[in-house]
């Protein structure tokens, strides 16, 4: 079971069976790539007990009380970020996901551990919920069947 280190420079590392994982699931796309990456590289209380990337400051004003929520590790973040724009550069056939695609995909990833369901319950053979499904069948015969499961992975 080697770890594969994502880039040099990071100390963030994933088990090779996860980077085989990621890859065949994610069908070219550097949005799905990156979903995986954060579930294997974030832990669900890191993601649910974080803010986010930090971007939205609205709990000052609110007055929020409970556990300060603290942004996502940015060392984690930022390598996450470059081996998705490295990746799908040197594999031209891979989706490029843009900036606002790439925290759109960190937040989703927030949201749904902060929901009490593991990051990787709304995966539903390699499809999102939100993205629309690339096979035959209502989407709300897919969305029961993966709510009522509730096995996760």
């Given at each position: 079971?080697?770890?594969?280190?994502?880039?040099?420079?990071?100390?963030?590392?994933?088990?090779?069976?996860?980077w085989?994982?990621?890859?065949?699931?994610?069908?070219?796309?550097?949005r799905?790539?990156?979903?995986?990456?954060?579930?294997?590289?974030?832990?669900?209380?890191?993601?649910?007990?974080?803010?986010?990337?930090?971007?939205?400051?609205?709990?000052?004003?609110?007055?929020?009380?409970?556990?300060?929520?603290?942004?996502?590790?940015?060392?984690?973040?930022?390598?996450?970020?470059?081996f998705?724009?490295?990746?799908?550069?040197?594999?031209?056939?891979?989706?490029?996901?843009s900036?606002?695609?790439?925290?759109?995909?960190?937040?989703?990833?927030?949201?749904?551990?902060?929901q009490?369901?593991?990051?990787?319950?709304?995966?539903?053979?390699?499809?999102?919920?939100?993205?629309?499904?690339?096979?035959?069948?209502?989407q709300?015969?897919?969305f029961?069947?993966?709510?009522?499961?509730?096995?996760?992975?």
């Amino acid at each position: 079971q080697g770890s594969k280190q994502l880039l040099n420079n990071y100390p963030v590392y994933i088990t090779s069976k996860q980077w085989d994982e990621a890859v065949n699931s994610s069908k070219k796309d550097g949005r799905r790539l990156l979903r995986y990456l954060i579930r294997f590289v974030f832990t669900t209380d890191e993601l649910k007990y974080s803010c986010g990337l930090g971007k939205r400051k609205r709990s000052v004003q609110s007055g929020e009380t409970g556990p300060e929520r603290r942004p996502l590790d940015p060392v984690k973040v930022t390598c996450l970020r470059e081996f998705i724009r490295m990746h799908c550069t040197s594999n031209p056939d891979w989706w490029m996901p843009s900036e606002e695609q790439i925290n759109k995909v960190f937040s989703d990833a927030v949201g749904h551990a902060r929901q009490g369901r593991a990051v990787g319950t709304f995966l539903h053979n390699g499809n999102s919920y939100y993205e629309g499904t690339d096979h035959p069948g209502s989407q709300d015969e897919v969305f029961n069947r993966g709510i009522q499961d509730g096995s996760g992975d």
